[in-house]
């Protein structure tokens, strides 16, 4: 599967962003997806993920309150709204796919999100 993720930009802190995640192949509702960050000089991190079916959830504890990971399967697409954003969210933001049981095998190119304070 292939993965392209789309909608960072420039925010302010306080401010909002939707990030989308779109997928090719015929497959998609058959992975679980997550989203992932990588800010300046820091590690990539966990943001959250979503069930293959869209019936749970998890959440880094950073994040859990102001973001929302959603999926269409029917259109393919992933979704992150990030509402409350802090400057210390700015990153560039990755989608992957993962079987069940298995680990992250699928990325998409990032998008980056900068939120100004």
């Known amino acids: 599967v292939q993965l392209q993720a789309f909608g960072g930009g420039l925010v302010q802190a306080g401010g909002s962003l939707r990030l989308s995640c779109a997928a090719s192949g015929r497959t998609f509702s058959s992975y679980v997806m997550g989203w992932f960050r990588q800010a300046p000089g820091k590690d990539r991190e966990f943001v959250a993920r979503?069930?293959?079916?869209?019936?749970?959830?998890l959440y880094a504890d950073s994040v859990k309150g102001r973001f929302t990971i959603s999926r269409d399967n029917a259109k393919n697409t992933v979704y992150l709204q990030m509402n409350s954003l802090k400057p210390e969210d700015t990153a560039i933001y990755s989608c992957?796919?993962?079987?069940?049981?298995?680990?992250?095998?699928?990325w998409g190119q990032g998008t980056e999100v900068t939120v100004s304070s």
């Open positions: 979503i069930s293959a079916s869209g019936g749970s959830t």
């Open positions: 992957a796919a993962r079987v069940i049981s298995g680990s992250y095998h699928y």
